[in-house]
């Protein structure tokens, strides 16, 4: 057996996945509409639990909004389902209007049992960094 085993490989997420509890309605160009819970969230994309799935590789507006009627925040962002499965449908996010980018990183700080970590990553990932 010539190969290494996975696990002699660490695994590690360009950004922290923080668990939370939102709901998030995908639109296609033809505006068909799917709402799933979001049980989980990071800065490069999120994980929902959903009754139907679907397909992997299509691309859809998601808008993720709060069940809390009195903050009603809500904040739409260009998605691609990376992953469908029963357990639910992986979410890579590709394209963050700055307001959106600027809700999701509120959102993520503050769900995360290590906010410092998270800084650390908005500071260190140059796909987010501040020209200058």
């Known amino acids: 057996m010539g190969g290494r085993a996975m696990t002699d490989f660490p695994f590690h997420r360009e950004f922290t996945r923080v ?9 296609d160009d033809s505006g ?6 979001i049980n989980n969230l990071s800065m490069r994309g999120c994980h929902s639990s959903t009754f139907e799935g679907l397909p992997e590789g299509g691309r859809y507006h998601l808008t993720l909004f709060t069940e809390d009627e009195d903050s009603a925040l809500h904040f739409t962002v260009e998605a691609r389902i990376v992953r469908s499965d029963p357990d639910g ?11 959106s980018f600027e809700h999701l990183r509120n959102m993520v700080l503050l769900n995360s049992h290590d906010p410092a970590q998270v800084e650390r990553e908005f500071r260190e990932h140059i796909g987010i960094r501040k020209a200058g």
């Open 19 to 27: 668990p939370i509890h939102i709901w998030g309605t995908f639109r």
């Open 32 to 37: 068909e509409l799917l709402t799933a819970e």
């Open 89 to 99: 449908m992986g979410i890579e996010f590709f394209e963050l209007p700055l307001e």
